[in-house]
């Protein structure tokens, strides 16, 4: 990816963990778990939730294909103790996770997410 449209990710990342209270960092990856641009995470990290995001978008697209209409998946939510995950769909090939804290306004978030990409 040429540096210039990495930095416009980062930007765009940057922006959504701002806007957001309580969003805690943001992964922009390939859907096969490959990190494209992250904001608010070390790389090591940043690598380890690609892999656990891409994980997610597959179990629900093989939940949408088998349960579904067709197993298109707009979002998967992963509600933790104090800690809120969520995958989208962010483009052909390319899934957004964001962590945010549980204070977090999953509305707003998702929207937000759903304005980004």
């Keep these: 990816m040429p540096s210039g449209q990495a930095s416009d ?5 940057s922006g959504l963990v701002q806007r957001v209270p309580y969003t805690r960092s943001a992964v922009l990856l390939s859907a ?15 690598d380890h939730m ?23 998946v707009r979002q998967v939510v992963v509600e933790l103790d104090s800690t809120l995950l969520f995958v989208s ?8 996770a964001v962590l945010a804290g549980r204070e977090a306004d999953a509305a707003v978030l998702g929207y937000e997410m759903a304005m980004l990409v």
């Design 89 to 96: 769909t962010a483009g052909s090939g390319t899934c957004l």
């Design 32 to 46: 096969d778990g490959l990190v494209k641009s992250v904001h608010g995470m070390d790389p090591d990290s940043a």
């Design 50 to 72: 690609a892999a656990l995001a891409a994980g997610l978008y597959s179990l629900g697209r093989s939940a949408g294909a088998r349960f579904g209409d067709n197993g298109d």
């Design 9 to 13: 990710l980062d930007w765009l990342l």
